[in-house]
């Protein structure tokens, strides 16, 4: 058995070469460049923290990940990897308090 395998992270975004690179640049804009009022999505702080609280601190990746594909099924027309992907590390990093 290989004791030397590491753990795939949980990404939305595309794993062929050619994509990566305007993927990446693209997450980029959303999480740093563009302000709330132009990112693909909007979050509602105050029900994310309802909604942890009742998941009640189970897997948070497993949370952030029902969180952001719940949000793209109910808002399809703003949906894109980059966009699931940006919502996903936001709703992460609000619940980790970084």
Not at 33 to 56: C, Q, R, T, V
Not at 79 to 87: K, L, P, Q, V
């Amino acid at each position: 058995m290989n004791k030397n395998v590491t753990a795939q992270i949980p990404s939305f975004l595309t794993t062929e070469p050619a994509d990566l690179d305007y993927s990446i640049f693209q997450l980029n804009l959303y999480l740093n460049g563009y302000g709330n009022a132009f990112k693909p999505y909007k979050i509602d702080y105050h029900l994310l923290l309802m909604s942890y609280h009742l998941w009640e601190g189970k897997d948070l990746e497993e949370f952030c990940q029902k969180q952001t594909i719940g949000y793209f099924l109910m808002n399809p027309i703003n949906d894109s990897a980059e966009a699931r992907e940006a919502f996903y590390l936001d709703v992460r990093e609000f619940l980790l308090g970084i």
